[in-house]
């Protein structure tokens, strides 16, 4: 029996905690091939910014940061450790929202997040932190091109991360990064089920597999920071996951 | 070879065009069997909105709506039907914003979103729209019910729509509706990749789930309306999908 419309997502159990300079590409073929998943063409490769970040060199030691008088005096409000808050700040671009324990920032990427994306989590030893990979569009866009180089496969990348977000209870998986598919998939002009032009239809297709990818990710007691979803098609491109922040003037709620 | 960690999304290509009055639950136990996916316990069953909607007759038929003064004023500035901005008020508690052609409502569900939910697409006809279940975690529960008397089976069901969202482009899947599946998983107390306890990690799973199921939604040409998401672990619980709302107090951007 074949299904036509069937999607599968695997996750990568057999990827190393990842240090400082290594090959991620490398590490992500060698477990798929492990695992018997293999790289197919037309694969999308969800990772975790988590390991991104720690391949990149992006952690921070807090013994080497020294707090401005401004980080020490809202840490208090913010009940975090003022060189946590000097990191932060350090990552903003502008501060959007302080309040209720919470500081959301426009990073100099331009996603607008709580804590300019710096995250205790998944780093080890007590004194360090992770930033946001420094371009998360250019990561991505090196690992599918080294999976290419690697298998000769034509994949597309998405560096995720876990997102809160307005109005909403809970966080989500995002996409910050992505190469080798348009983040937005532009459906105006298809028809719905009665044969109507759809009007305003841009899904943010990236989004929603960052989304996928995270129910699995966040399946395994430790995490699973790769994930490979199979059988989407999906619309090609490189603009990256960019696209995805809504600048402030077309904002209702910025 | 067995994947410990690998989710499958299967469309449900074999749901006919629903009628008011039409029992979802048998549709989709015809089709699962049809197309050979079956009922699994464990299943997590993914409904649009719009065929909920069009089950439970929560269709409008235009001719019959008197456009308030203030629906024909504010109908000009929005570029809507006059008529149309009258359901969107009547299905409003409240507006949030207003402005560049867009009105977002608190819909009498306790939901923020555009135009109170009403929607044009996939309704038979040019004086037809439809509104948001009356009360989607009840649509959810009926169908769950139903599926388990007729098949036995325990599975959860999320009723999905797609919606944008504050400060990043494009619409994603969310789930209205949620039965048999917690829509929050509290993952506070887990440990991280290095032993650490995580410390504010709510996941809104059953809105990933619903972005999940909308990527397989999308794909095809026409639609499609019911998806079946098999191999995931998921915390059990019938708080329904209004927890996901998240109370006006509690935000920075409402």
Chains 1, 2 share one sequence.
Not at 152 to 169: F, H, N, Q, W, Y
Not at 193 to 200: A, K, P, S, W
Not at 208 to 231: F, N
Request: charge should be negative.
């Amino acid at each position: 029996m074949i299904f036509l419309r069937k999607i599968e997502i695997y996750g990568l159990e057999k990827i190393p905690i990842v240090k400082k300079g290594d090959n991620i590409a490398e590490l992500i073929v060698r477990a798929a091939n492990e695992e018997g998943v293999g790289i197919r063409d037309g694969d999308i490769i969800v990772v975790a910014q988590t390991i991104v970040s720690r391949a990149e060199g992006s952690i921070v030691d807090l013994r080497d940061i020294e707090p401005s008088e401004f980080a020490k005096r809202i840490a208090g409000d913010l009940e975090k450790d003022p060189r946590i808050v000097e990191v932060i700040l350090r990552e903003a671009k502008e501060i959007v929202r302080m309040g209720r324990g919470h500081i959301i920032t426009l990073t100099h990427h331009g996603i607008v997040c709580a804590n300019s994306g710096v995250d205790k989590s998944n780093v080890p030893g007590e004194h360090f932190v992770s930033l946001l990979p420094r371009d998360p569009d250019l990561s991505a866009r090196k690992i599918r091109e080294e999976i290419k180089r690697l298998t000769g496969k034509d994949v597309a990348v998405i560096i995720s991360d876990t997102m809160g977000r307005p109005l909403r209870e809970g966080v989500i998986g995002v996409a910050i990064g992505a190469s080798g598919i348009s983040p937005l998939w532009d459906r105006r002009g298809d028809k719905d089920l009665f044969g109507y032009t759809l009007q305003v239809t841009i899904v943010a297709i990236a989004d929603e597999l960052a989304s996928a990818a995270e129910l699995v990710m966040g399946e395994a007691d430790e995490g699973i920071p790769v994930v490979i979803i199979r059988g989407l098609e999906y619309p090609r491109g490189d603009e990256g996951a960019r696209v995805l922040n809504r600048p402030r003037e077309k904002d209702l709620f910025w």
